[in-house]
């Protein structure tokens, strides 16, 4: 079964503009990774927060986390064509790599040159 | 790259059969972790070996077994197969109690006819 769910489930924008995808997820969370999947092949880490942690910047991406709405938010700014994937917000309920990964069931972004 | 790699890419096989899918972990880390991915879904969690022994199981049936050899290596097995078990099936690599973080290779694509 999921832990979580995406919203939207697709997301269509132009480059330049930013993308923001939200994640909901059911039980309380030790930490919560955003992946991407590029057509259907394999998932790349992009970035990592913390239960204690509420905002989390890597590069154009910006990483919310609200433990009490139990729910996270990806933004993307200055898109770029590149960018087109599936992004899939991933929770564990440890703090080990020991720990299975419990993937939502995704956000499919476009982005237009 | 993460340098985990899988073979085949993809496969063909007819329901009933038995197959084997392999997964080389990046260097120097000692878990795998197999995740079944439907189309249009998230991976789900299928197993996970930690230094040669199983490590947590998700909700899939006996017929999916595993293996970690002891250069880390994985391997995949499912018999008795079903048309339901048509997915990408990816395996993700990582070092243990090093954080929550895990390398997906590109996957293997099973098709059953």
């Known amino acids: 079964s999921q832990q979580g769910e995406e919203d939207p489930q697709a997301l269509s924008i132009q480059e330049g503009e930013n993308a923001t995808m939200n994640c909901s997820y059911k039980?309380?969370?030790?930490?919560l990774q955003w992946y991407r999947q590029n057509s259907g092949r394999g998932l790349v880490h992009l970035i990592l927060?913390?239960?204690?942690?509420r905002e989390k910047h890597s590069g154009r991406l910006r990483v919310t986390l609200d433990t009490s709405k139990k729910s996270s938010s990806l933004l993307i700014t200055a898109s770029r064509a590149a960018d087109t994937a599936s992004y899939f917000c991933?929770?564990?309920?440890?703090?080990?790599?020991?720990?299975?990964?419990?993937f939502g069931t995704g956000t499919r972004l476009q982005v237009f040159p | 790259e993460t340098g985990v790699t899988q073979s085949p890419t993809h496969l063909i096989k007819t329901r009933g059969q038995q197959v084997t899918l392999r997964c080389s972990s990046q260097?120097?880390?000692?878990?795998v972790s197999w995740y079944q991915q439907a189309l249009g879904q998230g991976p789900q969690f299928i197993f996970q070996?930690?230094?040669?022994?199983?490590?947590g199981r998700g909700n899939f049936p006996p017929r999916f077994s595993g293996l970690q050899f002891p250069n880390y290596s994985s391997e995949l097995n499912v018999n008795a197969l079903e048309l339901d078990d048509s997915a990408l099936y990816l395996c993700?690599?990582?070092?243990?109690?090093?954080?929550?973080?895990?390398?997906f290779g590109p996957g293997t694509r099973l098709t059953v006819l």
């Open positions: 993700a690599s990582s070092l243990g109690r090093q954080g929550p973080e895990q390398f």
């Open positions: 039980t309380s969370i030790n930490n």
């Open positions: 927060i913390r239960s204690n942690e």
């Open positions: 991933a929770t564990t309920l440890g703090s080990y790599n020991t720990d299975k990964l419990i």
């Open positions: 260097s120097g880390h000692n878990t």
């Open positions: 070996y930690y230094r040669e022994e199983e490590n």
